[in-house]
Antibody
């Protein structure tokens, strides 16, 4: 079945970086964008950015520009999101989600990864 | 950026009630709208895409409608497993934007 499986929880100190992985299975990895969304405890969903796994094109929400990197390894069908200069405000659950198919008129945002809790604490 | 205004932010309803949640886009987004259900401690689950298409495996008590700027999610007969938070998402173009969420609670 189609699924996205994310890496495990992370604890980081302020100023550090974190890299979260999202392994895709059950579909053609390069045919769907991968999006990243985060959610702080008790808060709503916040879109961070997207990546086209076919060509590596990316785009980010303004607030994360310069601090986020999204990459992929097509040999293992895995997307990565790296966030640098962490502060306590980055403590959240980070999700990846599949959007597409890329060239389709009717796209869906499904499935989501299970989420990765990133805790930033000194 | 396109802003999504979702209402209400919370509602109380009884089992068997018909529930409607709305999302309004700050500019036209055609039908590039999705709805998600999220339960505590879980990832969001896709319910509706392209404004009115039911995601595979989602029960038909969920339905979506709308186009342009105004959209609705309807739950025809609320069941205990439907108490959750619901979000809309516009994907007309990047950046994507979510509505603020609607928490559906038991009356």
């Amino acid at each position: 079945q189609v699924q996205l499986v994310q890496s495990g929880a992370e604890v980081k100190k302020p100023g550090a970086s974190v890299k979260v992985s999202c392994k895709a299975s059950g579909y053609t990895f390069t045919s769907y964008d991968i999006n990243w969304v985060r959610q702080a405890t008790g808060q709503g969903l916040e879109w961070m950015g997207w990546m086209n796994p076919n060509n590596g094109d990316t785009g980010f929400a303004q607030k994360f520009q310069g601090r986020v990197t999204m990459t992929r390894d097509t040999s293992i069908n895995t997307a990565y999101m790296e966030l640098s200069s962490l502060s306590s405000e980055d403590t959240a659950v980070y999700y990846c989600g599949r959007l597409g198919p890329i060239r389709a008129a009717a796209k869906s945002f499904d499935p989501w990864g299970q989420g990765t809790l990133v805790t930033v604490s000194s | 950026d396109i802003q999504m205004t979702q209402s209400p932010s919370s509602l109380s309803a009884s089992v068997g009630d018909r529930v409607t949640i709305t999302c309004r886009a700050s500019q036209g987004i055609s039908n590039y709208l999705a709805w998600f259900q999220q339960k505590p401690g879980k990832a969001p689950k896709s319910l509706i895409y392209a404004a009115s298409s039911l995601q595979s495996g989602v029960p038909s008590k969920f339905s979506g409608s709308g186009s342009g700027t105004d959209f609705t999610l309807t739950i025809s007969s609320l069941q205990p497993e439907d108490f959750a938070t619901y979000y809309c998402l516009q994907y007309n173009g990047y950046p994507l934007t979510f509505g603020g969420g609607t928490k559906v609670e038991i009356k």
